[in-house]
């Protein structure tokens, strides 16, 4: 089958439009994995062990599950319960959680990281437990948490082929729609290994910039 550039001419906007919603479902799903990892690492910190333990059970039973299994769930059983959700809600929910589960421990190193007499010295301050983070602990833990958060939202972006699954008109759905109507797929799937690795080129070299910026932490 010869490549024809009149069809890709053809195919091009309607997979534009799948790109589209692969970038908002990674940033979509960035967003809530960046709330929920600081969530379940502060969790994880709580003096309660009951707390700490149900949260370390919970985030290592949804990192040890596979996504697409997650996906599933979320969009295919819990309706019989009565929660119905829109396939994008439910793909950003999915990847959220299950990348959460990931950043909750780059979190985690980068709290551990900062030096016990930061802590000593906002207790000496007589600052609440809130002012404590909020001024003191997470300003210097963060930073040096950014490129290993971005290194998971990059393979967030690699992951989202997953969502067709559940019926998310994302780009590998839009390409697969594309190819069984025209019984074409060099055209598609060649577009589709195209965009991702144009993206991931530039997101490749942002992660560089902010290893510069900020280093690397161990995790």
Not at 37 to 55: E, F, N
Not at 141 to 159: C, R
Not at 162 to 173: D, G, P, Q, Y
Request: glycine share 6%; with cysteine.
């Amino acid at each position: 089958m010869e490549w024809d550039w009149e069809f890709v001419r053809q195919i091009f906007p309607t997979l534009l439009q799948g790109v589209k919603i692969t970038i908002l479902a990674t940033i979509l799903g960035s967003v809530l994995a960046a709330v929920v990892g600081l969530g379940i690492a502060l969790l994880r910190r709580s003096p309660s062990r009951w707390i700490s333990r149900t949260t370390g059970f919970i985030a290592e039973f949804i990192r040890g599950t596979p996504l697409l299994v997650q996906l599933y769930f979320i969009f295919y059983v819990l309706p019989d319960i009565g929660i119905l959700l829109p396939p994008l809600v439910a793909g950003v929910i999915g990847l959220g959680l299950h990348y959460g589960t990931y950043t909750a421990e780059v979190y985690r190193a980068g709290i551990d990281n900062v030096a016990r007499g930061q802590w000593e010295a906002a207790k000496a301050c007589n600052l609440n437990p809130r002012q404590t983070w909020t001024h003191i602990i997470l300003p210097q833990a963060l930073p040096p948490m950014i490129p290993a958060l971005a290194n998971y939202f990059i393979a967030m972006f690699k992951e989202t082929p997953l969502l067709s699954a559940i019926t998310v008109l994302e780009l590998m759905n839009q390409a697969k729609s594309v190819a069984n109507s025209s019984y074409r797929y060099i055209e598609p799937m060649t577009l589709v290994g195209a965009f991702f690795l144009v993206i991931s080129l530039f997101s490749v070299v942002l992660l560089r910039w902010l290893e510069r910026r900020y280093g690397r932490i161990e995790q």
